[in-house]
């Protein structure tokens, strides 16, 4: 499975960004996928994850209301919606691919990570 990470980018605090991760291989539909991120210095973190039927889905607290996570099974694509953004979101965003949930060890695949820098 191949995992490429689009949409990072650089904007202003309160700003919103897109990303979009696309999978090569046809097991999408049968897994749960999501997001971590690594800020410099600091571990990995667990972001968003959503199941194989999009009907689960668990957030960080500290993304809560106002990341949005969402999975297109027809385009092997999920997406995390950016909004409200703030400077602590600076880090980069990896798309993960495996099991549901918010432990590391729970996914096997992972994108190769993609910028995500707000400014204040």
């Known amino acids: 499975v191949q995992l490429v990470e689009s949409g990072g980018g650089s904007v202003q605090a309160g700003g919103s960004l897109r990303l979009s991760c696309i999978a090569s291989a046809g097991t999408f539909r049968s897994i749960g996928v999501g997001w971590f991120r690594q800020a410099p210095g600091k571990d990995l973190e667990f972001v968003a994850g959503?199941?194989?039927?999009?009907?689960?889905?668990v957030y960080a607290d500290s993304v809560k209301r106002r990341f949005t996570i969402s999975r297109d099974n027809a385009k092997s694509t999920v997406y995390l919606e950016m909004n409200n953004l703030e400077p602590e979101d600076t880090a980069v965003y990896y798309c993960v691919h495996g099991l549901y949930g918010s432990l590391i060890a729970n996914y096997d695949y992972w994108g190769q990570g993609t910028q995500v820098t707000v400014s204040s």
């Open positions: 959503v199941s194989w039927t999009g009907v689960s889905i």
